[in-house]
């Protein structure tokens, strides 16, 4: 009764004033969105009441004022009008369009306003109520516009939802109106009928989930962009750039990879088609004249990381050759490639590639966009869970590209901001200089984020720096010194954190803004950073820092940074670096209760150490005497010998320093050597004594003071270190071949140095006497005219120096030794008595097993052996060595050792019995007990063949051949078999025609006892060095090799099928396989062989196919391998695919021996022993009888199986069956490759549900799933479009399956799931979006259809019983349980076989 008296009110106070209530309306809404300030809550008032006053409108201008109060409200964005509240009031104008009276031009205003505000709801609005009531409305306007008769029941099948599932698309009625709008009506409909269209299509295509939906939405639009290439219309190009460009480019902020991809393939059709348009020209060189592989649009989704790479790196050089438009590089590649900077997950390699990118973009953008650039990014830094290093690097590219003039005027966006809250800041332009924006707006706010350690950590905030000082050089000298100052000041300052992170980021970032300012700010930066690190582990900071930047500054990279020397920081470089080594600090840490933290103070004393050397590389003559002054200092100062020992390790460095100088040439070298070598050097004087005046007579006899100690002065006593020094100097430049002996300057200041080096050798101090031997060594090598006279004094010298040491142990006698054999091995005129030798031969022989003394022991002997020296003890001496050769543990000792005895065979007289003897003692030492010993020996023997006449090996054939032999058949090292093979190639080589028919005959006897099976593996090895060597020869003996070959392959067949196995795929037992394998790699050299085809085919019938065929399936790795490849080598050499006639059935070139072979290969692929290289043979061979079958195949029957396996088994199906289990052979060679296609479906399917259930599945157990993908799209490449429209489930079925799998992580799973997803691309791209899309809703339905089905089975099931339906749970969660037991202990079992437990002590 209320209610009919509410109505009965309003009908008498609202139907009078329906118009006086829309026109104040109307002025409110105009007002309110004028100034800008309404609330979400008016505008539900608002629409409530226009909501209201709807339900009484009668007429055509109420509908009408209503309509234009409506429409503006369903622009609003959803958060101020919510879609619930749209599909109200959509509702409301589908009931108002219908009052709308006939045709007039306010009529055809509002319809035309509907209209186009309807198209924009398509794009936007996505719940199925709100599309729902968006299709209704079309649906009405028919009836004022003719044209929409065939629009509006398009879009509503495009908009249908399943009316079983209400939430899920009607796939059948939206895939037959994506068919009918791709197929027929794209070129009927005009340019106003496209516009709800494209709108649904962009709608559409940021659908995720959805492939079949997704794609037929690209596929749509691509079909109006091709209207657009064909009409050339200008209305079709203001929609195209009004929806479609403006779409794209929002779609690629998508934060999903998939959607972007489709935007993108969109993008890049719509260039090549439109290359006319000028929003789209600039893009046109991306796509690289049609080159797919260099297309920029198809690599830069694509899966494989490098080929994104790729394609960064091209935009990158087009952005550098200025062919981009600023606003296509913004609003589209900038959104692109962003991110790929955003994503965690990205490869770092990409990343970097991205970053760069970015930069090179900016370098061509607009100052407001360049701007914004920097703020989008440097916001980011700021957020949370971001990747902020990533995004801080951006920051930073983006700096380094600025390209902006100082003088350049350029646009400003100032804000006004009001003091009221609830009003919008004012904007407007203002022109001004960079120079004052980058001086008030661009420094300043990057300065200050740089010192707002609140902010963000420092690890994030310094590394800003390289790019403010990119920026700051810009400005002029008066402002950019300042600037720069403060920010080596706020960078010295963060190396007094605690953090490591923040330490080590901070020395980068100054080494860096070091490199880009440029040698005149070096001083300044030492300078700041010695003002900031003063004391305590502050110092072994400053240190490391100081190396750090001299050793980047004066890297290769930095070479073009004219930081030509050292100099003016050698002084301060060098004191700091002493204060680390020498003093306080550096000996505080060599404390035993010394304890730190910080790396800089372990590694602070290694790094002062490289500092020297640095500096010494790269300082002038006169700066020298900076870095050796705190040496002197210490000398002075202390004889410790713990500090000496620091000494010398400081000069050794300084030497090494000073002699890869190019500032010091060799004359300035000369001379520094000298002075110190003679001690003539100003800064190596003693120092005057300091602090007292020359006291006169004294006139007093009481003394008034007592005398106070003297500080005792140790230089003279460690004077001789310099002298060590120079020689040391000396010695290396001379073995870096410094000095030019065609200078008469060289050799002028060579001349004085001979005899004060060998003055050297009577010193007392064994340092300068070691250091005096190796230049003595050196100099007298050199073309001076004094060196031949002093080369018998140094030589006795030499000599004499191992008499007084007694024995070779002395480091002095070692070096003396070194010195002696480099004497005598440079100095032809060199003579050593023949007293001298045998003394010199008596000492070394005791330490010739030495390892600490060996190298010298041999060098002289080499020496000795190379001048031709011949006395009775040598031949003793050799016999010595050859035992050595064998007998020694170290590998360099006893390649020294075949060389010392190779020589001496060659060059020194043998007699017959002697040589024999050598031969002997080799051949009897191939069985030495450690193999170290038995390859030595054969590496000895190849020299041996290749350096001695043959007619002196002819008479130890024999013995060198059947010992080889020996070794070949019981050595259990594979390295000593490996070189017996080498060595018995060798020795065929060198053999005459009757030897090697004799050798062929022994062969073939041992080929033919088959009670010894490795006797005859050894034979059929001997076969293949035979063909190896000789091919020539060996063809006229194949017919007998492959008498013994099958014969030996036949037996290993019959043994395999003996043994009862429980899987095809048993590996339990240890057959004799190296048999069989042998004779497989035999057959494969024999078929490189046949190179005339005649011959080939009368060769290749005499071998036994289904015996190789057979062990495809022998229970060992290498056999199987070695059959498939030798398969794959056969088919190799077929130029034409398909069925041969006229040859027997167990040909593997026939239908019956293709499909055997296939049906094996297939099965190969099941076994958990496979590896890569494996994988890939296989399936080599099964695309070359894929191929064979679709040639061969009858078009009649090419789909007689297509439906074996389509999808819709269950997934509960494990390896239970095979498809072509009980089919017949003669069947399946009437139609072989659909029994092909369904096999290997089905292999991918088992394979993919056993290790779904196991979580212990082997590690490779993606290689049969990945191979079949392979092949898959090998056939798809082959096959034409029609043909393989009937293969489509039984590729598409273990695809969807792969693609959609959650359950399995692993590195396997990703790469199978890269190859699934490749495939179906490729599929797509073959047979058309159509086809794809239909084959795959098909299948995606129909697993869908199975889930509910089981579902619901089992709801029934449960609720008929229930009981039983809870022991069924509880078994299955008693069995769950008991998994992830059984996985926890897998996975602890696995620990601790691997890594040992800290707990445990490891013996």
């Not at 031709?868 to 050799?878: A, C, G, N, Q, S």
């Amino acid at each position: 009764m209320a209610a009919s008296s509410d109505q009965k009110v309003a009908e008498a106070l609202v139907k009078p004033h329906i118009f006086i209530l829309i026109e104040y309306l109307a002025k409110m809404i105009k007002d309110s969105s004028t100034s800008g300030t309404t609330a979400p809550e008016s505008y539900q008032n608002q629409i409530y009441i226009l909501r209201t006053i709807s339900e009484y409108a009668a007429d055509a201008p109420q509908a009408i004022g209503l309509i234009q109060l409506l429409l503006p409200m369903l622009q609003k964005p959803s958060s101020q009008v919510g879609e619930k509240t749209k599909v109200e009031l959509l509702q409301v104008i589908c009931r108002l369009v219908t009052l709308i009276g006939p045709e007039d031009s306010e009529s055809a205003r509002i319809v035309s306003a509907v209209f186009e505000s309807l198209s924009y709801l398509l794009q936007s609005l996505r719940g199925r109520q709100a599309r729902i009531a968006v299709s209704n409305v079309f649906t009405a306007l028919v009836s004022h516009d003719t044209s929409m008769s065939r629009l509006a029941p398009l879009i509503e099948a495009l908009n249908s939802f399943d009316r079983h599932r209400p939430e899920e698309p009607d796939f059948d009625r939206r895939m037959e109106a994506f068919t009918t709008l791709n197929e027929e009506l794209y070129s009927q409909l005009s340019t106003r009928q496209w516009t709800p269209v494209l709108h649904n299509m962009i709608h559409f295509i940021h659908d995720r989930d959805e492939l079949s939906i997704r794609n037929n939405a690209a596929f749509s639009l691509k079909r109006f962009i091709e209207m657009v290439g064909k009409v050339e219309s200008l209305e079709m190009q203001r929609l195209f750039n009004q929806v479609v460009l403006t779409g794209l480019k929002n779609g690629l902020r998508s934060k999903h990879e998939t959607v972007r991809g489709e935007l993108v393939s969109v993008l890049a059709f719509a260039v090549k088609i439109c290359p006319n348009n000028p929003s789209l020209a600039d893009m046109t060189p991306l796509l690289a004249s049609g080159d797919e592989e260099a297309n920029f649009f198809n690599n830069i989704g694509h899966i494989q990381v490098h080929r994104r790479t790729r394609a960064l790196r091209r935009l990158a050089e087009h952005c550098s050759n200025g062919q981009m438009r600023p606003s296509t590089l913004y609003e589209i590649f900038v959104p692109m490639i962003s991110h790929f900077i955003a994503d965690k997950n990205t490869d770092h390699h990409l990343v970097n590639e991205a970053i760069t990118t970015i930069g090179q973009i900016s370098r061509h953008l607009g100052w407001s966009r360049y701007y914004a650039l920097v703020q989008k990014f440097l916001k980011a830094v700021k957020e949370e869970g971001s990747a902020e290093k990533v995004n801080m690097r951006t920051v930073v590219a983006i700096l380094d590209n600025f390209h902006f003039t100082m003088e350049e005027v350029v646009q400003v966006t100032i804000e006004e901001e009001d003091s009221k809250p609830d009003v919008v800041a004012i904007e407007h332009a203002q022109s001004t200089k960079v120079t004052e924006v980058v001086n008030n707006r661009l420094l300043p706010s990057l300065l200050q984020f740089m010192e707002q350690r609140q902010e963000t950590e420092d690890a994030l905030r310094l590394p800003m720096a390289v790019g403010v000082v990119k920026v700051a050089l810009h400005l002029p000298e008066d402002k950019r010194r300042p600037q720069i100052t403060r920010l080596l000041t706020i960078l010295s300052q963060a190396l007094r954190s605690k953090s490591s992170e923040t330490r080590d980021i901070a020395r980068d970032v100054i080494c860096k803004i070091v490199t880009s300012i440029g040698p005149s700010y070096l001083s300044t930066a030492v300078k700041e950073l010695k003002m900031a690190l003063t004391r305590g582990p502050q110092l072994h900071v400053l240190a490391v820092t100081c190396h750090s930047l001299i050793h980047h500054i004066t890297s290769d990279e930095n070479a073009q940074k004219e930081f030509v020397n050292l100099d003016e920081v050698a002084a301060s470089v060098a004191e700091v670096s002493a204060e680390v080594i020498f003093g306080q600090s550096g000996k505080e840490l060599q404390g035993e209760d010394f304890k730190t933290k910080m790396r800089e103070v372990r590694s602070a004393s290694s790094k002062g150490l490289d500092a020297m050397t640095i500096l010494a590389r790269f300082i002038t003559p006169t700066a020298i005497g900076h870095i050796l002054l705190p040496l002197r200092s210490i000398m002075h100062e202390t004889q410790a010998t713990k500090v000496m020992q620091l000494v010398d390790e400081t000069l050794k460095r300084i030497a090494s320093g000073l002699n890869s100088n190019a500032l010091l040439d060799p004359p300035a070298l000369l001379s520094l050597c000298h002075t110190l070598v003679s001690q003539n050097a100003k800064f190596l004087q003693e120092k005057q004594k300091i602090g007292g005046r020359k006291q006169g007579k004294k006139d007093f006899i009481v003394q008034t003071k007592r005398d106070l100690p003297q500080a005792a002065r140790h230089y003279a006593q460690n004077s001789y270190r310099f002298i060590v020094f120079g020689l040391d100097l000396f010695v290396v430049a001379f073995r870096r071949n410094r000095f030019d002996f065609q200078d008469e300057g060289i050799i002028a200041r060579l001349e004085p140095l001979v005899s004060t080096i060998g003055n050297t050798l009577y010193s007392t101090a064994t340092p300068v006497v070691i250091a005096g031997l190796k230049a003595a060594a050196s100099i007298i090598r050199a073309p001076l005219h004094s060196a031949p006279r002093s080369l018998s004094v140094i030589i006795h010298q030499q000599v004499e120096i191992v008499r007084q040491a007694g024995s070779v142990e002395s480091e002095v006698a070692q070096t003396a030794l070194k010195s002696l054999a480099t004497t005598l091995r440079e100095c032809a005129s060199s003579q050593l008595k023949e007293n001298d030798l045998k003394f010199i031969l008596e000492v070394m022989e005791p330490d010739l097993e030495e390892v600490e003394r060996q190298a010298s022991v041999f060098a002289l002997l080499r020496a000795i052996i190379k001048r031709k020296l011949v006395v009775p003890e040598i031949y003793d001496m050799l016999d010595k060595i050859a035992s050595i050769m064998v007998t020694s543990q170290s590998s360099q000792v006893q390649e020294v050792c075949r060389g010392i005895l190779l020589q001496f065979l060659l060059d020194y007289p043998q007699g017959k019995g002697r040589l024999k003897k050598q031969m002997t003692f080799l051949a009897s030492n191939l069985t030495y007990t450690f193999d170290s010993g038995r390859i030595s020996v054969m590496t000895f023997l190849d020299a041996i063949f290749h350096k001695f006449e043959p007619s002196l090996l002819a008479e130890f054939l024999d013995l060198f051949f059947v010992s080889l032999v020996m070794v070949l058949a019981n050595d259990e090292s594979a390295q000593c078999r490996e070189q017996a093979s080498r060595l018995i190639k060798s020795l065929y080589e060198v053999m005459g025609a009757k030897a090697r028919e004799q050798m062929f005959e022994r062969t073939r006897v041992w080929a033919s006892q088959a009670s010894q099976q490795t006797l005859v593996g050894v034979a059929f090895q001997i076969y293949g060095f035979m063909i190896d060597v000789a091919p020539d020869d060996s063809r006229q003996h194949l017919e007998v090799m492959l008498e013994g070959l099958n014969r030996s392959l036949k037996e290993a067949v019959d043994e395999q099928e003996q043994a009862t196995f429980a899987e095809p795929d048993s590996m339990d037992i240890d057959p004799h396989w190296q048999t069989p394998y042998q004779a497989i790699l035999v057959l494969s050299k024999i078929l490189k062989l046949l190179t005339d085809a005649e011959s080939a085919a009368n060769i290749l019938g005499l071998v036994d196919w289904k015996t190789v065929v057979d062990l495809m399936l022998f229970p060992h790795a290498w056999i199987r391998m070695a059959s498939s490849r030798f398969l794959g080598a056969l088919y190799a050499t077929q130029t034409n695919s398909g069925f041969k006639s006229h040859i027997s059935n167990i040909d593997p070139l026939s239908p019956h021996g293709m499909i055997r072979t296939a049906r094996n290969s297939s099965m190969q692929l099941r076994s958990a022993h496979i590896d890569q290289a494996f994988s890939i043979q296989i399936v080599k061979n099964l695309v070359f009888l894929g191929k064979s079958f679709y040639a061969s195949r009858n078009r009649t029957q090419v789909g007689a199986d297509s439906d074996s396996e389509d999808g819709r088994g269950t997934e509960s199906e494990s390896s239970a069956g095979e498809p072509d289990k009980n089919v017949k052979l003669e069947q399946i060679v009437q139609a072989p490759l659909p029994w092909l296609f369904s096999r290997l479906s089905y292999q991918v399917k088992a394979s993919h549900l056993k290790r779904r259930n196991r979580f212990d599945s082997p590690k490779n157990w993606y290689l049969e799933p990945l191979a079949i993908l392979q092949w898959f799209a090998a056939m798809v490449s082959i096959m034409d479009a029609d043909d393989l429209q009937q293969f489509l489930n039984h590729i598409l079925t273990p695809v969807y399956r792969l693609l959609e799998d959650d359950t399995v992580r692993d590195n396997g799973m990703d790469e199978a799931k890269t190859m699934a997803q490749e495939l179906q691309e490729l599929v797509q791209s073959k047979v058309g979006t159509t086809a794809f899309t239909a084959a795959y809703t098909q299948i995606r339905q129909g697993a869908l259809a199975i889930r509910r089905e089981r579902k619901a089975a089992q709801a029934v099931l449960n609720t008929a019983d229930p009981q039983a339906a809870a022991k069924r749970q509880m078994r299955r969660n008693m069995a769950k349980k008991d998994g992830r037991k059984r996985k926890s202990q897998f996975v602890r079992e696995l620990k601790t076989a691997n890594v040992p437990s800290k707990r445990r002590r490891v013996e």
